[in-house]
């Protein structure tokens, strides 16, 4: 029964260390996307580099679970 619990509490342990990174990853991806909007005083730049950073985070995310599956 202890060896369910440590098993548990590692999980925890990378699970939020992990929701921690993401939070961070997609703090710098708004930023960089609000600075870049920023810069140029373009609308247009702001949705350029907004689908752009979401869509490449789209295919990453496809291409993870992808091989997650076929292991």
């Known amino acids: 029964m202890e ?3 440590k098993w548990k509490s590692q ?3 990378v699970a939020l ?5 993401m939070l961070g ?4 991806q ?3 996307i609000w ?20 869509f490449l985070l789209s295919v990453y995310l ?3 679970l992808r091989h997650l599956s076929a292991v």
């Open 62 to 64: 496809e291409w993870v």
């Open 11 to 13: 999980f925890i342990t």
């Open 35 to 54: 600075w870049l909007a920023e810069k140029t005083s373009s609308p247009l730049m702001l949705g350029i580099s907004g689908v752009v950073a979401y």
């Open 25 to 28: 990853s997609h703090g710098v």
């Open 30 to 32: 708004f930023a960089l």
């Open 17 to 21: 260390g992990q929701a921690i990174s």
């Open 3 to 5: 060896k369910i619990q």
